[in-house]
């Protein structure tokens, strides 16, 4: 019987999938996958909270609604910071972003 | 019974495109699995009884965020180049491991308090939009601000790319 | 027997898109050969009926070529992807609704699922087929594909949001988002309520299924054959048929929300799948007739009506009938009327003031 156990340990599996990609991958494009990833997992643990432990209220699943969301959000800036940089330095790659670093 | 079924099957295909997705060396390939990743994760969804939420999954992220990742990778012309591992290669993949083992070590140890299984689960579109928009439930204002993110964002986007 | 009906309705949809995809190739050839002056196709058996079939033995038995550096995978696996959605369209589609019709009663609608988020579904589902497109453009390694590919997504993307917000108008009007409660919905067509939603969707679906005036991903001067360009055989016959597919997917979608799908209307005769497949062939032969008349737009006409014109005038048509909803007027012939007489009137005005900007003729 698969159960909220299960659905929140396929989200974990999810997240630190993500988690990997974006700490070490260079590209940023991956990068940003990688993140869409993690907040996908997040989603699927909120869906099952909500389904499990408030099934009458659905507070997870307006949760769920309010990152994906957030996410169209970050994906239509992140791309655009990605084609600044592109535009710039003719390279994804975030190791050659460093004029900020000292 | 077949719940469980298509859970292990949807459980795989999501891992599985997940980690093509961060291991693979060819982006466009990645992308493409990163939309299969979108649809199990959709399917997962309908197995929880979350149908509108499903739908969704399926318009924002394949409709949407996939068709704008695979603009991008076309525009930056690095797919032949890949996808290079940087310093943190190794340290990425035991920080990720350990994490793993922590959050699972929690949650197989922590009493959640599951809700009674029997109700009957009702189509949720409705009851969604009842809860976002009236006063009573309190998610007028974050529905409201996540509008203004929504335009700040595509004035941001717009203002980042436009060429001067 | 759940499976069953399943399994029947599988069949029913798959004979019903193949064969209704062959007439239509059949009819676009003759009826625009009619609108030309010329017989069309009418060799093959008798009246021509038989040139689809012969048509799909010469592509068959075709090489099926593979671009040598291209990405053998994804070039296999994307008229497949772009195909699909085509089908998948026609799981919520219902032809006959509950209760007596002509000729037999059913116990419940003829669709094969129901869904209470159908028409969810259907923007969903037929977003998918951009993907497809992308795949072609991107592993046949040809500039002209990746040109063509591009367009495709600016197109999709841009037509995508004035179509969805001229469906949310007709959400509101039914109050549901299954598409059997809207035909139960329409005891007034909602073409007649929402003249203005219809325009702006027959438009949208025109332009997001690549048929003529929008069919500028095919436009042979400038870029080839667009995404097909490296396609062959019976790879691009699913393309071909897709895109007949997708157009009747609109024919059918345009049927339901607009026309009162499987109603006749005002309820005059009783209700049958009969009146909906006629109102599929209607709605195809308004795409030929447009086809047939205007000439191709370019890319940029082809953008700035999409954000210009038909954006504007969704959010018009989508304040209206939100402003008739909550009002008195409600959604009965009074408000038919006001909308018929609204939507000529913003149509010329936008129209006039779209057309001449600072005095010079732009897209």
Request: proline content about 4%.
């Amino acid at each position: 019987m698969v159960g909220l156990q299960h659905y929140i340990i396929l989200s974990a599996v999810l997240f630190c999938i993500g988690l990997y990609g974006a700490l070490a991958k260079r590209n940023a494009v991956i990068i940003l996958m990688s993140i869409e990833i993690m907040l996908n997992a997040a989603n699927v643990a909120l869906v099952a909270f909500s389904r499990y432990v408030t099934p009458q209220l659905l507070t997870g699943q307006i949760f769920a609604v309010f990152v994906m969301t957030v996410a169209a959000a970050e994906v239509a800036v992140g791309l655009a910071i990605i084609i600044a940089l592109y535009r710039q330095k003719e390279k994804v790659d975030v190791g050659e972003v460093d004029l900020m670093k000292w | 019974m077949g719940l469980a079924i298509s859970f292990w099957l949807l459980a795989a295909a999501a891992v599985g495109s997940a980690l093509a997705v961060v291991l693979l060396r060819n982006v466009f390939r990645a992308a493409l699995l990163l939309i299969s990743c979108f649809f199990a994760i959709a399917g997962l969804f309908v197995t929880l009884g979350a149908d509108f939420l499903a739908m969704v999954q399926v318009l924002v992220y394949v409709g949407a965020i996939a068709v704008l990742l695979l603009l991008a990778i076309m525009l930056t012309r690095e797919a032949a180049t890949g996808s290079p591992f940087s310093r943190w290669r190794i340290g990425g993949a035991i920080a990720s491991v350990a994490l793993l083992a922590a959050m699972i070590a929690v949650f197989r140890a922590t009493p959640w308090k599951v809700a009674d299984q029997s109700v009957v689960l009702k189509p949720t579109t409705a009851e969604l939009g009842a809860r976002l928009l009236t006063p009573e439930s309190g998610f007028v204002l974050p529905f409201e601000i996540a509008s203004v993110l929504l335009l700040a964002a595509v004035l941001g986007a717009i203002v980042l790319v436009k060429e001067k | 027997m759940d499976w069953l009906r399943w399994i029947i309705f599988v069949v029913i949809i798959l004979a019903f898109a193949l064969s209704f995809v062959m007439a239509f190739i059949l009819l676009e050839r003759r009826i625009v050969g009619k609108f030309q002056l010329r017989p069309g196709p009418n060799r093959v058996g008798p009246m021509g009926m038989l040139q689809p079939v012969a048509d799909a033995v010469k592509i068959l038995l075709k090489e099926d070529i593979t671009p040598a550096k291209g990405d053998r995978w994804v070039h296999r696996l994307a008229p497949i992807v772009a195909f699909a959605p085509a089908l998948l369209v026609f799981a919520v589609v219902p032809f006959q609704g509950k209760g007596p019709g002509l000729g037999f009663s059913l116990d419940q609608p003829a669709a094969l699922a129901d869904l209470n988020v159908g028409v969810l579904y259907i923007v969903a589902v037929s977003s998918i087929s951009v993907i497809g497109m992308i795949m072609a453009g991107w592993a046949s390694n040809n500039k002209y594909s990746l040109l063509g590919a591009m367009r495709a997504i600016a197109q999709m993307v841009s037509y995508e949001v004035p179509l969805v917000l001229s469906i949310v108008g007709i959400v509101i009007a039914s109050g549901s988002l299954s598409l059997n409660s809207i035909v139960e919905a329409q005891s007034i067509p909602f073409i007649l309520l929402q003249p203005l939603g219809f325009l702006i969707y027959f438009l949208g679906a025109t332009a997001e299924i690549n048929r003529a005036p929008f069919d500028l991903l095919e436009a042979e001067s400038e870029i080839v054959a667009s995404y097909h360009t490296e396609y062959s055989g019976m790879r691009f016959a699913m393309f071909f048929l897709g895109e007949y597919a997708y157009a009747l997917g609109v024919s059918a979608i345009v049927s339901v929300l607009f026309l009162g799908g499987y109603k006749f209307p005002f309820g005059l005769l009783p209700q049958s799948f009969i009146w909906f497949l006629a109102k599929i062939f209607l709605v195809f032969f308004l795409m030929l007739w447009v086809r047939s008349t205007l000439p191709r737009v370019r890319i940029d006409q082809m953008m700035a009506f999409a954000w210009k014109f038909l954006l504007p005038l969704s959010l018009v048509n989508l304040l209206l009938v939100a402003a008739e909803g909550v009002s008195t007027i409600g959604f009965g012939w009074a408000a038919v009327g006001i909308n018929v007489i609204l939507a000529i009137a913003f149509v010329v005005i936008w129209a006039n003031r779209f057309y001449r900007v600072k005095g010079v003729t732009v897209g």
